[in-house]
Structure formats: C-alpha cells, structure tokens
C-alpha cells in the first residue's frame, strides 16, 4: 500500500510514496467518507512529496474533486492542503482545485511545497 493514513485530532493526513495509482488515490477518499469522523474534522493534507510516480491523470482529479464536493453537505467548513514538488502532481491539484472552484465548494484549498508551510495554514 503506497500511503500511510494518520487520523490526528482535528483532521486527517495522508502521506505518499512510491507509486500510486487511481485506486490508492480513490482509496483515500473512501477511508475518509466511510469513517464517522469525517463529519468532524477541520482539516486534510494529501503529501504527495515522496511518491516516484503518480498513475493517474487529470480526469481522476476532477472526480475526487466531485466526490469532496458532495461531502460538503455533511462538513461544510475544512481546509485541504496539498504538498508536492512535482511538476505533474502540482498540474493535477491545481486541477483538483479548479474544479472545486467551478463546483462552488465551501472547502478552502491550498498547494503547498512543504509540510510545515501546510501545517501552519491549517493552524491558522
């Protein structure tokens, strides 16, 4: 499995690494929506700074984004912070996020190149 899941206090991370493909990446939203505390929580970060090779392409992004925006009827008020230093994985968040935006979702969204810039606007 190419990512690790941390359910922390107020939120949840999702760290990467290796390669991932659509099913590890659709994965992760179905660990988050079928858990309880997802209802709850104030925050997400998706670090995808340590994986080699990402298997997926921009329609992916676009239904993750769809999906996350019907998710928030039950949680209307989270931020999601992404990390990555790729060029690709950076073209696909901004997709992500793109989309969102069209989709009018409550969500505040934010790219990051370290997990210490994106800690801190969570914090925030």
Partial sequence: MPHHTRWEKNGIYW?????VNEKEYF??????????????IKYWIWDGSLIEKLAVN???AELIA????AATENNQ?????????DPAILKLMAVYIEISIE???????KIFKNLED?????SS
Avoid at 103 to 109: A, F, G, M, V
Avoid at 118 to 122: F, N, S
């Fill in 15 to 19: 760290q990467f690494y290796g390669t």
């Fill in 27 to 40: 994965d992760t939203d179905a660990e988050l929506y079928n858990d309880p505390r997802s209802d709850h």
């Fill in 58 to 60: 921009e329609i992916h």
């Fill in 66 to 69: 769809a999906a996350d925006w």
């Fill in 77 to 85: 008020k989270m931020k999601g912070a992404m990390v990555a230093n």
């Fill in 103 to 109: 989709l009018e979702s409550s969500w505040q969204l």
């Fill in 118 to 122: 994106a800690r801190r606007w969570i």
